[in-house]
């Protein structure tokens, strides 16, 4: 059972939440810009970096107290939603365009921004879609449009949240199931789970535009975008980052609920939601890059908990990734390794355990 980490609040919650989310892409812009060197500090930042923090600082963030107030957290939602639509079209231009930034420059930006796209924009998005504001939801569909992924609205939102941690769930890996065979099955079930879902919704009277329609028409868009930046390279750069997003949210559902399963009752139901059907992390630096998306079982209890209120189950009570989240990713990425490491932590966790 891993220990608690000492308790700590090094900087106040929002602080934290602004300076690890801008401070990368304000790095990764001045790349793009002034190219060289420049290129460096960003893909450092969003990447080893903050995989560095957490490991030196072994501590994890107080909870916010019950009921604490965080007037600011939807305004930092509406500056990164700002931020991305913005800073997608000019990555685009700087690696497809003619930006006079080296080959290997535009690799660095390529990897550095598909980085802040997946770890970044994917939570913004993901806490706007769960805000009830029209304004900000539709912030958060823009997102996931832009990034070819616009489903994902829908998915998460009408499917996810109820069978997670079942094998009616496609976004809930199961035990010994390897990323890349998870990828294909997640991708296209989710895109059918959540048609389904909203095509149940019209059925009892819903009206308007389709939802759907609104993603494809966005990810159109957002293709049509490329190719006016850079041609056939801007296009192909454009949906490339988004790829690279989209498998960075699915590699964190992944791992998030990596082989935890509900009991199933006596009248064929799972049993209720609870913390332990969710993996956490709880680790300072990456919870703020990620908006506290490491906090995952809180989250699944309360879905409309804005993410700075957002509380860490103790390890006896829900379960905790052996590292934290960006980390445990990576390891994900081979699944011999994965499966090897993460073994002993289900079992733990395991219905009948």
Not at 94 to 120: K, P
Not at 232 to 247: D, I, P, Q, S
Not at 286 to 312: E, K, T, V
């Amino acid at each position: 059972m891993p220990r608690a980490f000492p308790r700590a609040q090094i900087l106040p919650p929002m602080l934290l939440f602004a300076l690890a989310t801008l401070l990368p892409l304000a790095l990764l812009l001045a790349g793009a810009a002034l190219g060289g060197l420049w290129v460096l500090p960003g893909v450092v930042a969003i990447g080893l970096l903050t995989a560095v923090l957490d490991h030196l600082m072994r501590i994890t963030a107080a909870d916010a107290p019950e009921g604490a107030e965080f007037p600011a957290a939807d305004a930092l939602l509406v500056v990164l939603a700002l931020c991305h639509l913005a800073a997608l079209p000019l990555a685009v231009w700087a690696i497809a365009g003619d930006s006079g930034i080296s080959t290997a420059g535009r690799v660095l930006l390529f990897l550095g921004f598909g980085q802040f796209f997946g770890q970044v924009s994917n939570p913004a998005a993901h806490e706007l879609i769960h805000r009830g504001g029209k304004g900000l939801f539709r912030l958060g569909v823009a997102i996931y449009a832009s990034l070819l992924n616009g489903h994902h609205v829908s998915a998460h939102r009408l499917v996810h949240h109820r069978p997670v941690a079942t094998d009616a769930d496609p976004n809930s890996a199961r035990s010994g199931e390897g990323y890349y065979r998870f990828l294909l099955r997640a991708w296209p079930g989710s895109f059918r789970a959540g048609l389904a879902a909203e095509a149940a919704l019209r059925a009892k009277g819903r009206r308007g535009l389709h939802p759907y329609a609104v993603y494809i028409l966005g990810a159109g868009a957002s293709l049509l975008a490329g190719a006016a930046i850079a041609g056939w390279a801007g296009l192909a750069v454009w949906a490339g980052l988004a790829l690279f997003a989209k498998a960075e949210l699915y590699l964190s559902d992944y791992v998030q609920h990596y082989g935890l399963r509900r009991r199933i009752q006596p009248d064929g139901r799972p049993e209720p939601v609870g913390d332990r059907h969710s993996w956490n992390a709880p680790h300072w630096a990456s919870s703020g890059l990620m908006l506290n998306a490491p906090r995952h079982s809180d989250h699944h209890a309360h879905p409309s908990r804005p993410y700075p209120a957002l509380r860490l189950p103790a390890p006896d009570q829900a379960p905790w990734l052996p590292y934290s989240l960006p980390v445990c990713s990576v390891i994900a990425l081979s699944p011999p390794h994965w499966r090897r490491m993460m073994r002993p932590h289900v079992k733990k966790w395991l219905p009948d355990a």
